[in-house]
């Protein structure tokens, strides 16, 4: 049986784009405005994927509800005046991107960043252009892990879900996908917590490195056959 592969669908933090620094820098910024002590990088990097209110949580533990939010918009303030100082691709991500497009694959990607960080971050590094579909957090009513923005993106690429494959690093990334009906893998490159437990996610694949997404795409069919026409 041919597989048609059609395109690839990327996670934003911790997947497509290492945003860990500039988001740990937000979050220094803010702990030093309300006179906290510093978190050190390793403690933030691998909570990065789930937000700033995990990242508000982390270095505010105790916080109510009411001081919890104005520590929220105060970080997400902090982090869109310097949202693109230290954030790239992933080491290997570049020539990956270079070879979907040659093969003529659709590129895209689901994120629950918000439209007014993911699309000026995605235009400070050239991206935008080269994306056949960005869904926000807040293009829908519904976030991942509802299927409901893989299937837009899905549209959006002109595929149908079953022909897409989705790489993330957490949890609701594979749950989406899988919900979605689409190919998951889940990148090991990622923002994951050693508490984590990848294995239990039922994703289709792991890869070690962005390149490994060619293994994966070979093991699906024999050669090139996955690739649709």
């Not at 209110?53 to 982390?58: C, G, N, T």
């Not at 590094?125 to 892990?145: C, F, H, Y």
């Not at 609701?172 to 239990?200: K, N």
């Amino acid at each position: 049986m041919k597989h048609l592969l059609r395109g690839v669908l990327f996670d934003l933090d911790g997947t497509l784009l290492d945003t860990a620094p500039d988001m740990h820098a937000a979050l220094d910024r803010l702990l030093q405005e309300e006179r906290r002590p510093p978190l050190p990088f390793p403690a933030v990097r691998n909570h990065v994927s789930h937000g700033s209110k995990a990242l508000v949580e982390l270095g505010f533990p105790g916080a109510n509800g009411a001081t919890r939010e104005r520590l929220k918009q105060r970080y997400l303030e902090i982090y869109a005046e310097d949202l693109c100082r230290h954030t790239a691709l992933f080491p290997g991500m570049a020539e990956v991107l270079d070879e979907l497009e040659r093969l003529g694959l659709r590129v895209g990607v689901v994120t629950n960043k918000p439209a007014w960080l993911t699309e000026p971050l995605l235009d400070a590094l050239g991206l935008s252009a080269r994306l056949a579909s960005i869904v926000s957090g807040d293009t829908l009513p519904q976030r991942k892990p509802a299927p409901e923005p893989m299937w837009l993106a899905a549209r959006q690429s002109g595929a149908e879900p079953g022909e897409m494959v989705y790489i993330g690093d957490a949890e609701r990334d594979i749950a989406a996908g899988r919900a979605a009906g689409m190919h998951t893998l889940i990148a090991g490159w990622g923002y994951i917590d050693p508490s984590e437990d990848p294995e239990s996610w039922q994703a289709d694949g792991s890869l070690a490195a962005p390149a490994d997404f060619w293994v994966w795409a070979d093991a699906l069919a024999t050669g090139r056959e996955w690739l649709a026409s």
